[in-house]
């Protein structure tokens, strides 16, 4: 079985990890300074969802048009252009007396500009680590989400009671700049995975190449509806409890934090494919207990352990993998990313005029149950396509799949 020190012993792996690391502190100190900062303006459960969550909706327009540049960029450039972007633009969001309109014209240009960043870095770690090393290497990455959310949600609190919003804004800017000195001066210089010219029509060409497939079809629906249902959840903290939604948004890290640990190190081979709905569906059930209107310790609990489903996504990644032609494995990857995001933006933007109409608390419960439903959905076409090998096989070019490579296993 692989090992983390491998990992990091692997050329190129520690510093795509710090950068991403570096990345995701800066998402999580200026998402919550920002979402603070509207939700103070305005008063809006609505707008302060899609402050923090709404970049993700522009995703979905990048994932149309820009990503078959995912694997016909330079991957250092990329990067380190891509975090100096977001520490220009978040810089542009502190500025006060910013009106609330330009607010969110930032925000979707920060969300298109970040459609390309799933399928540059994951396909980037796809081509730095062996394949059997991958799902232990992806769980890492999803690791040090985890463990910089909840440092980054705790130094968020910190900064806004400190400081003030605008303040945490600004740390995040800073941040975003140091990943980018971090992927300039750490990554090595590689050429395009993918020759040829990115444009919109070949990015057509191969998302409908990738969602030709059935088996490919369930894997994204997976990794992207559950998920981004629970995400809508997630995104009423602040309307929900506005002095305590750090504390939620970093218990729900330390539960991601630890599924990822769990199904990255520690799930042997044989149970991943019979575990990966039903840790699924771990995700949405304990919300349910917002329908008591729980104490704070029970809801901090209820959060944490629905967090610890977020490692069902290792799993459907490592299937997807085991579908997807090699040289397209940036572009499947930047679709997933993409498609989470957008989801999860679509989610947020739902759940905030659930809870405008009705109240956080019911939004989290009504989201849940629709999470919950898609999810044993998705299970019973799993289920029945068991039967369809046909259905199943891997693409032309596809990796193989770590589960059935003895060799790669032994």
């Known amino acids: 079985m692989p090992r983390y020190r491998d990992l990091f012993r692997t050329p190129e792996f520690t510093p795509l990890f710090l950068t991403g690391s570096a990345h995701c502190a800066a ?112 769980s890492v990455m999803n690791m040090s989400v985890g463990a910089f959310q909840i440092g980054g949600f705790a130094a968020g609190g910190v900064l806004i009671a400190l400081l003030s919003p605008r303040g945490a804004v600004l740390v995040g800017a800073g941040l975003y700049l140091a990943a980018a000195l971090l992927a300039r001066g750490g990554l090595g210089a590689r050429p395009p995975r993918a020759k040829g010219r990115a444009s919109v029509a070949e990015t057509w060409r191969t998302n409908r190449r990738l969602w030709s497939s059935p088996a490919r079809r369930r894997c994204y629906l997976a990794l ?39 199904i990255g190190r520690f799930v042997p081979a044989r149970l991943r494919g019979r575990i990966r709905f039903p840790l699924q569906a771990l995700l949405a059930a304990p919300f349910l207990v917002f329908a008591l209107e729980p104490a704070l310790p029970l809801a901090l609990l209820a959060v944490t352990v629905s967090a610890v489903g977020y490692g069902a996504s290792l799993l459907h990644q490592e299937r997807l993998m085991t579908l997807v032609p090699e040289e397209l494995s940036g572009h499947a990857l930047g679709l997933h990313s993409s498609g989470m995001l957008a989801l999860q933006g679509v989610s947020a933007a739902l759940a905030g005029t659930l809870a405008q109409y009705t109240s956080p608390r019911t939004g989290m419960v009504l989201l849940a149950l629709a999470s919950l439903t898609v999810t044993l959905a998705l299970a019973r076409a799993d289920r029945r396509a068991d039967g369809t090998p046909s259905s199943e096989a891997p693409s032309s070019g596809a990796r193989p799949s770590p589960r059935t490579d003895r060799r790669r296993t032994a």
């Open 27 to 138: 998402q999580t100190v200026a998402g919550l300074g920002l979402a603070t900062l509207v939700f103070r303006t305005t008063g809006s459960p609505l707008l302060s969802a899609l402050a923090m969550f709404g970049p993700s909706l522009a995703q979905l327009l990048g994932a149309t048009t820009l990503l078959s540049a995912a694997d016909r960029l330079p991957p250092r450039a990329t990067i380190t252009g891509m975090a100096l972007f977001f520490a220009l633009a978040t810089t542009v969001l502190a500025i006060p007396a910013l009106p609330t309109w330009a607010v969110f014209v930032i925000l979707f240009a920060e969300g298109l500009v970040a459609s390309l960043g799933g399928g540059v870095r994951y396909g980037l770690l796809n081509e730095i680590l062996p394949r059997e090393n991958y799902l232990l290497g992806r």
């Open 224 to 262: 992207w509806v559950p998920n981004g249902l629970v995400v809508g959840c997630e995104s009423l903290f602040v309307p929900y409890d506005p002095e305590r939604a750090g504390l939620l948004f970093a218990c729900g890290a330390l539960g991601m934090l630890a599924g990822d640990t769990v």
